[in-house]
């Protein structure tokens, strides 16, 4: 038993009635970053939000600041089931004064996280041009990259066209027999069910007929697509989940394969605020390269100066349309030229690489002389061989890269008969003489490399780790980001938009609290 007398009182006695009770306001420290959140909160136009209501008659709702900062003060301390949502806001001090003592359920925070997708995307751009204000975001240089998120699908849940086709056949043949039945039954007069609307039996098998004819059709369009790419399906054929269907089976970061999204984003260098974000439902991240600096620039009323990026995303196409926006792209890029210092290189390109350099000369995966041994000349419109054999436009003809149909020019040498570097330098499936083949973004991939081979360009590239993945980090580790709650595309877009602006909220809130401090010191 305690000794009487030197222990402290307790602030409140539970079983003793109370004159003045404390505020809840009284609770929480005047320096507890909750209420510079909410100060952040009160200054934000939530026009748009409110827009959306239709003020009838009925309980007047929240409104929806206090919702908004619940689910984002929620997201960055690591809660975001609206269930833990809901307890927090009955038993945590600091939700239970961001809520203003409002015990909020979380079907009505549900409901509201994904019905506002266009005023979300205006509180994101609020919060951006806030930071542009104060000198956080300067879009000098930004990196753009992607992660893997783990769908709401269990990994086990996926099934293929070939099964899904076996599914289907059992259902159509129980949905044939419960007709069948409800008919003799409707013809005896015994009365099952409106002759006119299916019971509820044969509704709940036609809705699972209906959902796995969906599935098979994904399922088929998927091995459609593996066929294109060379890969047979009737060997390895796709996997589509069931759950989430939306999701694509794909390497997850942690090891083996997963139902899983490809999150983006693109993030500026100054102090990490994220710029722009998306959800991508397949493995490529290159198509969204450029539509990222444009939502950029409509957002924040200027481009990028600088866009890094990794090798992943280094496709022609993605350094065209960058240089068409003249923004400067950096990326792991290698010449399809000889360099100052390669075996290959010389002044005069139609002069012979010295036989003792033979050796040296760059090989391809296939064993034969790379490409980057034949030296191109612009003026001329031909290649030289390491021989310095002259190899002239020979005809165009069209191909694909990253899903864009192109024009391919093809270059080939005269002829390659008696030459010493044939065995080298010819494929066993080349028809007599070597050609080369050249597509429209050459040029544009050159001065991508010109500008990498820089100790400059070098530097810039060297701060895209830092940059591009610090955001990645964080969103899983402190936030708990590794597995999506909502399913469906565009569900998973608004969920990640949220994330993204919660991130980038608590990096506000925390800059102006230092630069709060930074005042107070300075006696201003």
Known sequence: MATEGYWADPVMERDRPRTQWPTLDSMIHPDDPVRLVDEVLENLDWSEWEAEYSRQRGQPPIHPRVLAGIVLYGMYRGIRSTRRLEEACCYRLDFMWLAEGRRIDHTTLSKFR??????????FRQIGRIAIGLGLITLGEVAFDGTRVKANNSRYNTRTAKTLEAKLKILDEIFERMVNEQ???????SGLGSATQLPDSLA??????????ELLEKAREADETRRQQGVNPEKNPAQIPTTDSDSKVMPNKEGGYAPNY??????????????????????????????????????F?????????????NAGQVMSQMEERGVEFYAPVESNQPQPGDPAYREDPSQPVPESEWPKMKRNSQGQLDKSNFVYCPEEDQYYCPRGEAMPFDKTKPGKRNGETIQLRIYRATSCEGCPLAKACLSPSSKGARTITRDPYEQVRERTAARMATPEGRAVYNRRPQIAETPFAFIKRVMGVRQFLLRGLEKVRTEWR??????????LVRAMGKLRAHSSNLGI
């Open 262 to 299: 490809t999150p983006v984003a693109t993030t500026d260098g100054k102090d990490g605020f994220i710029l722009d974000a998306d959800v991508l439902p397949g493995v490529n991240e290159s198509p969204a390269a450029a539509a990222s600096v444009d939502r950029i620039e409509e957002n």
């Open 204 to 213: 709940d098998i036609e809705k699972r007929r209906a959902s796995i004819a």
């Open 301 to 313: 009323g200027s481009k990028p100066e600088k866009f890094l990026t990794d090798g992943g995303n």
């Open 498 to 507: 949220w994330v993204a602006t919660a991130f980038n909220f608590m990096k």
């Open 183 to 189: 008919d003799a039954a409707h013809a005896k007069g």
């Open 114 to 123: 994904v019905r506002f997708k266009e005023p979300l995307k205006d509180l």
